[in-house]
């Protein structure tokens, strides 16, 4: 069964503190791994979607990694607006979409 | 271009009564997704269609929850009767595989069951 593990589960970083968040993955079968950025009450923001070892994607302040294993979110120079709860998925082959739970990001001023 | 389209927002209900959840996927979008997202968890998958057809429904709770996307546009998700634990946003997505392989999300309906 195809699964997602992101970590932390929580993250309070001051504006400028650049970090990273993780996100583990086993799949049957990647076609894509997918960030996603939820604010409350609503539904998931796309923000990335990575399909190989390797690859990178950027915007603005956030940069996407891929490896076999384990994707990371990086976040730059952050903002109090880049606070959120950040979501990782996996694609498999059979077009099934798993979530992760997910990493609450505040950025403080 | 409009996007996922849900509703209700909120619906409060008693328990052991009927609910029902609209979504109007984006136009051209195949694939269709429900997922239900509990507080401070990720979504987690029901039901997915390709088309009109259930392709991956086995974490639907088959006793009390039921789905149809008729002409494989609209879909709807029931349930009933609720209980309790059904308590949970439900959110919509569909898929364009076609261009960018973005899943789209709507804004979910909030169901609380008292």
């Known amino acids: 069964e195809d699964q997602v593990t992101q970590s932390p589960e929580a993250l309070r970083l001051q504006e400028g503190e650049s970090s990273s968040l993780n996100c583990s993955y086993t799949?049957?079968?990647?076609?894509?791994l997918f960030w996603y950025r939820q604010d409350p009450g609503k539904g998931p923001e796309f923000l990335f979607t990575l399909y190989s070892a390797g690859e990178e994607k950027e915007k603005e302040r956030l940069k996407a990694t891929l490896t076999k294993k384990e994707s990371f979110l990086h976040i730059t120079a952050p903002k109090p607006e880049d606070s959120a709860t950040y979501l990782c998925?996996?694609?498999?082959?059979?077009?099934?979409?798993?979530f992760g739970a997910g990493t609450r990001l505040t950025v403080k001023p | 271009e409009a996007g996922v389209v849900q509703s209700p927002r909120y619906k409060i209900i008693e328990k052991k009564q009927p609910v029902a959840f609209w979504c109007n996927p984006i136009s051209g979008h195949n694939t269709l997704y429900w997922y239900r997202q509990n507080l401070g968890q990720g979504p987690e998958l029901l039901i997915r269609y390709e088309n009109e057809e259930a392709v991956d429904d086995s974490q639907l709770p088959k006793d009390r929850f039921s789905a149809e996307r008729l002409k494989g546009v609209d879909s709807t998700l029931k349930i009933q009767p609720a209980e309790l634990g059904d308590s949970a946003v439900y959110l919509c997505a569909s898929w364009d595989r076609a261009n960018t392989g973005e899943l789209f999300f709507g804004e979910g309906s909030r169901l609380t069951v008292l």
């Open positions: 799949v049957s079968g990647l076609r894509g």
């Open positions: 998925a996996v694609q498999n082959n059979n077009n099934d979409m798993r």
